[in-house]
């Protein structure tokens, strides 16, 4: 047969097989090879739920492969991922190493370089703690004004995360709180200041201060307050005739008051039905000052008096002695 019929017999096959080898060469040969770098995210699977990965470690992986244009186009479209598997992890370091078959790229792909080779994880078991929480104070409310308490909502907080962590930390704490020039109190929304690793715990954390600010009381004695005679229809005598305290002022209050007698009021009623010594019981009392907290009257000295009607001829039995007071 000759070599012209040959190369004509079953031309139509020929042709077709031509044409199919061809074109899987293109596909599998000819196809553009191009190299580019990606990140692969990392995958933490199957953790026990009583344990914890108790360090910062870097989520993803810098990978340079090689592949036809069109599988890493289809790469990118695909949530690829170097897959972790914890399921039978104990507390304690361990080192996770990265290679060419950690990531399951498709067949037609070259793994070059991968970055970082290796990381650790620090397993940690998983715990909660009810933490107090402290507010730090700086500075002093106004003259004359006193910080009588302050209190915090929440008052606790429970946090839950990496036993280690948790341990080495005894209270939370506020950032500063400034007191100065405070006369009034005042409710503050105040951010807690956290470590790095608390903050990654339960965030960016704000409680309520409750700051009860009042006048500064001081306890003074105030010597010479005259006895005023009540319900009287002449006139009357007392025995002794100027009474001595013990009170709680406002210190604003004594600074802006020249004479301190001048804050109370000491008085006797003559119908009050007198004891077995012919005494009465001595009544004091503070005045009220706009814009100031009430005079507290602690102790009276003498408690009990005499009265005595001018032109009487009536003399008290005994005399009553007030007692000595600093």
Do not use: C
């Amino acid at each position: 047969m000759k070599l012209s019929d040959l190369l004509l017999q079953n031309w139509m096959l020929k042709l077709l097989s031509l044409i199919i080898g061809a074109s899987l060469w293109y596909f599998v040969v000819g196809e553009d090879q191009i190299d580019i770098t990606i990140n692969v995210p990392i995958e933490v699977h199957n953790l026990p739920a009583n344990l914890v990965i108790a360090n910062q470690y870097k989520k993803e992986i810098e990978v340079s492969i090689r592949g036809s244009r069109r599988i890493i186009q289809e790469i990118r479209q695909q949530n690829i991922s170097r897959p972790v598997d914890l399921d039978d992890v104990e507390a304690g370091a361990i080192v996770i190493a990265n290679d060419h078959n950690s990531i399951p790229f498709p067949q037609g792909i070259t793994v070059q370089r991968l970055q970082p080779t290796t990381f650790t994880l620090l397993i940690d078991q998983l715990e909660q703690k009810e933490f107090t929480i402290n507010p730090v104070l700086d500075g002093e409310p106004k003259d004359g004004y006193v910080l009588k308490s302050i209190t915090m909502d929440p008052e606790h907080l429970t946090v839950t995360g990496p036993k280690s962590l948790l341990e080495k930390q005894p209270a939370l704490k506020t950032v500063v709180i400034g007191l100065d020039g405070l006369m009034a109190s005042t409710k503050l929304q105040i951010q807690l200041d956290l470590s790095n690793e608390l903050q990654h715990l339960i965030g960016e954390t704000v409680v309520t201060a409750t700051l009860e600010v009042d006048e500064q009381m001081l306890t003074k004695t105030v010597r010479g307050i005259p006895i005023n005679v009540r319900d009287v229809t002449g006139p009357y005598s007392t025995s002794p005739s100027m009474v001595t305290v013990e009170a709680d002022i406002p210190a604003n209050l004594i600074r802006d008051t020249p004479e301190l007698a001048m804050l109370f009021r000491a008085s006797v009623s003559s119908k009050t039905e007198k004891d077995d010594r012919g005494a009465v019981p001595v009544q004091v009392i503070g005045i009220t000052v706009p814009g100031h907290k009430p005079v507290i009257v602690q102790k009276v000295d003498p408690e009990m008096i005499y009265l005595k009607e001018l032109g009487s001829s009536v003399e008290p039995a005994k005399p009553v002695t007030p007692s000595t007071t600093e």
